[in-house]
């Protein structure tokens, strides 16, 4: 399934009705959709329902779902906001066939002195689209305000009035639904940013659109589920055999090295074992064996003299030829000596997750990340992300994709922008690049560690045969499985993730 922007659901509108299919049609299969939902919510015909629209296309869809339920015999009331002059094409239609119909059922103008919306057991929210992209204001504002302080349930027509459907942004104000359909396609903006909180429970409705159309549209996202992941570990990554020793499955080296931050490695170590691989070398200073050799008696030590570089380089460079994939950053020490070893691991052949300190290091020389050796993938948080484009955290939350796509383009790699909802870039060699959202998950993520446990499950991947991209794909959907495995995300803590996987 593709998430798609605004436009390009406008542009899959227009492609199914140049193909013969007219907007009223879509219109009608929206409103059956809609109905459908309703009746399955609220089934008894005596629910009070408010449906409120604007003079936009879901507007129309609104129209045609009080059709409907009026048909069914559900009490329901019809408010506008808007001009009917301003209204589009297929929603005056659709105005005039209601009118014809239901004579007797009067459209409430809103006005926002004399408006309450009590009493309702259900409100519909078709007042605005899939079009906004500036702020809300004026009596649009103070509506949405009502509906969100209403005590009944709320249903949003497509996307929840507010929210941005390309980068899941509240434009100052949005319906909180509880309850959203949305039609042929995901909204990108549903699915990442404010979007999981605005929508509720969303529901995906097949109005009709012409699939062929998606093959006319550059802006998809390939949405992630369960089954996308089934498919993969089934299909897609290598198979484990029952004849088969730990070399068969790889080693993961770990680069660690900030006595400060020895936990950090440690979970990455222990999430690469859950992973599958079958061993685990950690690089770090001869000070630390001892707390490895107690947290994680399964790993292999690779040591240096603390502080002195000199041994540290030559000692790298061999550990990286024991090694099937490395992880850099976890527990990463962020100084001139870690620049240095970076800066070896970065002009080796290896094949390596770069995250967390690592990733700190990089953006302030980005030249040796573009002249590097090895093979890599990155794994930033929004935050790490807007080091390394030189952004302001807002603007990468505002445009994950646009300033994530502009430095996996600037600088040829694959990379996971972790958030709410991860999104996933992979480029291939000739340019291409495929975009994936991920769906799965909760906020039991959103806890210390975790991201390490991400990047040592992506080294397994590796390690094990797979390939960068396919072994970081997988393993961020690995991961947010994983959390959901564990019965309260409020208790989470990143080793209950790597105890999941």
């Not at 409907?68 to 009331?77: G, P």
């Not at 309450?116 to 007042?127: P, Q, V």
């Not at 690592?358 to 302030?364: D, E, G, P, V």
Request: aromatic content about 6%; hydrophobic content about 40%; overall charge negative.
């Amino acid at each position: 399934m593709y998430a798609l922007t605004a436009k390009a659901m406008h542009d899959m509108d227009q492609f199914t009705i140049n193909n013969g299919i007219p907007g009223m049609v879509l219109m009608e299969n929206a409103g059956k959709a809609l109905l459908n939902k309703v009746t399955e919510i609220f089934p008894d015909n005596n629910t009070k329902i408010l449906i409120v629209i604007g003079s936009g296309n879901n507007g129309g869809d609104g129209l045609c779902l009080a059709r409907w339920l009026l048909h069914l015999e559900y009490k329901v009331t019809v408010m506008f906001l808007g001009k009917v002059e301003n209204m589009t094409e297929d929603t005056k239609n659709q105005l005039q066939i209601f009118n014809n119909l239901f004579k007797e059922e009067k459209i409430l103008k809103y006005i926002a002195s004399k408006t309450e919306l009590k009493g309702y057991d259900l409100i519909i929210d078709g007042l605005l689209g899939t079009g906004i992209n500036r702020e809300i204001s004026g009596d649009y504002l103070s509506l949405i305000d009502l509906i969100n302080k209403s005590e009944g349930k709320k249903l949003s027509i497509d996307v929840p009035s507010g929210l941005n459907a390309t980068n899941g942004q509240i434009m100052k104000i949005a319906v909180k639904a509880d309850y959203t359909v949305t039609f042929a396609n995901p909204k990108i903006g549903l699915l990442i940013g404010d979007g999981p909180d605005c929508c509720g429970k969303l529901a995906v409705a097949d109005i009709g659109l012409d699939n062929n159309g998606y093959d006319e549209i550059d802006d998809k996202v390939t949405v992630c589920d369960e089954e996308f992941l089934l498919y993969g570990l089934n299909n897609i990554l290598q198979q484990r055999k029952k004849n088969s020793h730990k070399g068969t499955y790889g080693t993961v080296g770990i680069v660690a090295g900030d006595e400060t931050m020895l936990g950090a490695s440690i979970l990455a170590a222990k999430a690469s074992y859950r992973a599958g691989c079958g061993l685990v070398k950690i690089f770090c200073p001869r000070e630390a064996v001892n707390i490895y050799n107690v947290s994680i008696p399964e790993a292999v030590t690779r040591t240096y003299e603390n502080n002195d570089l000199k041994d540290a380089k030559s000692k790298l460079k061999e550990f990286i030829n024991e090694c099937d994939s490395l992880c850099i950053g976890p527990g990463f020490r962020e100084d001139s000596f870690g620049v240095e070893l970076l800066n070896v691991v970065l002009a080796s052949n290896a094949r390596v997750v770069i995250d967390a300190g690592a990733l700190n290091l990089l953006s302030l020389n980005l030249l040796d990340f573009t002249f590097r050796n090895c093979k890599c993938v990155l794994t930033p948080h929004i935050g790490e992300m807007a080091k390394l484009a030189k952004e302001t955290n807002a603007n990468v939350s505002q445009k994950m994709f646009e300033i994530s796509e502009k430095f996996v383009n600037e600088y040829m790699t694959s990379l996971t922008l972790k958030s709410n909802s991860t999104i996933i870039l992979l480029r291939k060699k000739d340019g291409t690049l495929f975009r994936y959202v991920n769906t799965m998950g909760n906020n039991g993520l959103a806890t210390a560690g975790s991201g390490d446990v991400l990047t040592g499950i992506i080294g397994s991947l590796i390690a094990q045969g797979n390939t960068l991209d396919a072994s970081l794909l997988y393993g961020v959907l690995m991961h947010a499985k994983a959390s959901e495995n564990y019965d309260n995300p409020r208790k989470m803590m990143a080793s209950d993730i790597i105890e999941n996987i």
